[in-house]
């Protein structure tokens, strides 16, 4: 049975660092691209950013570009999520996700094989 989990999520001031991690396990993980999501309150789990076994990334929104990055290590199955200048606008549930590399699509959530129980993210001001 494959496992996804994350690890990191936490408080921090606006402004800080985070970086969370995901761990897969009982996964091939060559075969999948891994990918980032968030989850707001009150709103729809939201696309951050993805990494393809090679190493190709897909950011997500303008509000992220520049300030997350997405990394893997494949011997250790392990993908992450690094937050540079957080914001308060930051804050929420942090999934992360594989979804099959032979889709060709990191971006739409409905394509995810795969979930982690999610960590949460606040950023206070």
């Known amino acids: 049975q494959v496992h996804l989990i994350e690890s990191g999520g936490g408080s921090v001031q606006a402004g800080g660092s985070l970086r969370l991690s995901c761990l897969a396990s009982?996964?091939?993980?060559?075969?999948?691209?891994m990918g980032w999501f968030r989850q707001a309150p009150a709103k729809e789990r939201e696309f951050v950013g993805s990494i393809t076994y090679s190493g190709s990334t897909t950011t997500g929104p303008d509000s992220v570009k520049g300030r997350f990055i997405v990394s893997r290590d494949n011997d250790k199955k392990m993908a992450y999520l690094e937050m540079r200048s957080v914001k308060p606008e930051d804050t929420g549930v942090y999934y992360c996700g594989a979804v099959p590399a032979s889709l060709g699509n990191s971006m739409v959530r409905s394509l995810y094989s795969y979930w982690g129980q999610g960590t949460q993210v606040t950023v206070s001001s």
């Open positions: 009982d996964i091939t993980f060559r075969h999948y691209t």
